[in-house]
């Protein structure tokens, strides 16, 4: 059986560090967006779409939580690095939640074969991926949610529209400032997507390498030859 020890620091990550860092990251992009866009006029015709997005609250709330989402998948990739012993500092360590490199293993831990140790990994990299899962789905999800927002703000305008009542300017601009706000959010949420995916399938295949080689390395000990 293997220690206590090496199952704890190889195969247990803290990672509670790197999602709390990736949180407070989320949150204070979304503190200074809305600080440095706070009285910016959403509706203005005059405004760039860089600018209609972050003076949209809803649109800052996409952002924040693909820049956390961001620094997360930037952390598990520090973390592959320090897994395979390319990053060794402390603080490396600790953003990443590691406490073993995978060098450290003790050749003489029994029951540490390649066998067991893809199984335990794999377990690990679910555990570790899973925010990162989380985040490229509530992103689309925000955006979904901005568009029905966004529509239902246009039916209000829409409504005296249609029932010929009061056809002004007020109702055609809530008409197409609602509208407005359905596609920037949907905008901003699939589009964010994307790099958030590509991140996740990077990360898979480097630790899909990495998790082989130190399988390969053990089951090379246990059989006392190249494999």
Same mark, same amino acid.
């Given at each position: 059986?293997?220690? /206590?020890?090496?199952?704890? @620091? &190889?195969?247990?990550? #803290?990672?509670?560090?790197? *999602?709390? !860092?990736?949180?407070?990251?989320? $949150?204070?992009?979304?503190?200074?967006?809305?600080?440095?866009?706070?009285?910016?006029?959403?509706?203005?015709?005059?405004?760039?779409?860089?600018?209609?997005?972050?003076?949209?609250?809803?649109?800052?709330?996409?952002?924040?939580?693909?820049?956390?989402?961001?620094?997360?998948?930037?952390?598990?990739?520090?973390?592959?690095?320090?897994?395979?012993?390319?990053?060794?500092?402390?603080?490396?360590?600790?953003?990443s939640g590691r406490?073993?490199?995978?060098?450290?293993? /003790?050749?003489?831990?029994? @029951? &540490?074969?390649?066998? #067991?140790?893809?199984?335990? *990994?794999? !377990?690990?990299?679910?555990?570790? $991926?899973?925010?990162?899962?989380?985040?490229?789905?509530?992103?689309?999800?925000l955006g979904f949610?901005?568009?029905?927002?966004?529509?239902?703000?246009?039916?209000?305008?829409?409504?005296?529209?249609?029932?010929?009542?009061?056809?002004?300017?007020?109702?055609?601009?809530?008409?197409?400032?609602?509208?407005?706000?359905?596609?920037?959010t949907t905008l901003?949420?699939?589009?964010?997507?994307?790099?958030?995916?590509?991140?996740?399938?990077?990360?898979?295949?480097?630790?899909?390498?990495?998790?082989?080689? &130190?399988?390969?390395?053990?089951?090379?000990?246990?059989?006392?030859?190249?494999?």
């Amino acid at each position: 059986m293997s220690s /206590p020890a090496t199952n704890e @620091g &190889l195969f247990h990550t #803290r990672i509670s560090v790197p *999602l709390s !860092l990736a949180i407070v990251f989320a $949150l204070a992009i979304w503190s200074t967006l809305r600080f440095l866009f706070a009285h910016v006029d959403p509706d203005g015709k005059d405004l760039s779409l860089v600018v209609q997005l972050l003076s949209n609250g809803f649109c800052v709330a996409i952002t924040s939580v693909f820049s956390g989402g961001l620094l997360f998948a930037i952390l598990q990739f520090i973390g592959l690095q320090v897994d395979s012993g390319t990053l060794k500092r402390i603080l490396y360590r600790f953003l990443s939640g590691r406490s073993m490199t995978f060098n450290q293993i /003790p050749h003489s831990d029994s @029951g &540490l074969n390649g066998d #067991r140790v893809l199984e335990l *990994l794999t !377990l690990r990299r679910q555990r570790e $991926l899973m925010p990162l899962q989380y985040v490229i789905w509530v992103l689309p999800m925000l955006g979904f949610i901005g568009t029905v927002w966004g529509i239902t703000h246009s039916i209000g305008g829409l409504t005296g529209l249609v029932g010929g009542q009061n056809i002004g300017s007020e109702n055609v601009e809530a008409v197409l400032s609602g509208l407005q706000f359905a596609f920037n959010t949907t905008l901003l949420g699939l589009v964010g997507a994307v790099p958030m995916m590509l991140s996740l399938a990077a990360l898979r295949s480097h630790a899909i390498h990495l998790d082989a080689s &130190l399988a390969a390395r053990l089951w090379q000990d246990d059989n006392g030859n190249e494999v």
